[in-house]
C-alpha cells in the first residue's frame, strides 16, 4: 500500500529535479516490497489473493510512473520508456486474463443464449434508469 501512495510522489519529485528525495522515496518503496514479500513467504495466514494482485500491481504502477517521470524530466528516451510502458501494460492484462481463466465460471441458467441473470438485473435497472429519466422531465 505505501508503494501505491508513494509512486505520484515519486513522479513529482522527478518532474521538479528533486532526485536527492526521490531517490529516498524510492529506496523505501523498495524496502516495502521486500519486507511484504518476507512476511508473505514466511508467516503463516498472511498471503491474500488482495495481495497477490496487488503487489505486482503496485510495482508496474512504480515502474511505469518513473519512466514516464524520467522522460518528461528529459532523462529517458520516448522510445524506451514507451518499451517499458507497453511491456508493464501488456504483462497485467495476461495476468488479468490468465486470472480470468483460473477462476471457476459463475453459476447461472442460461436459456437460448441469454443468461437469465442478465435479463433479472439488467432489463429491471435498465426500466427504472427509463422512468426516472421520464419523471424528471416533468420535474
Known sequence: MSRIVATPWLGYLVVHDQFSLALGVFVV????????????RNFKNQQTVCGSFLDPLADKFLVSVLTISL??????PVPLTSLIVFR???LVIVAFYI???????PVSLTWRYIEIDVILIFVPCKVLIYMYNDLTLFI
Open 29 to 40: 518503496a523498495g524496502f516495502t516490497d521486500m519486507l511484504d514479500g518476507y512476511i508473505a
Open 71 to 76: 522522460t518528461v524530466a528529459g532523462l529517458i
Open 88 to 90: 508493464d501494460l501488456l
Open 99 to 105: 486470472r480470468y481463466l483460473s477462476i471457476p465460471p
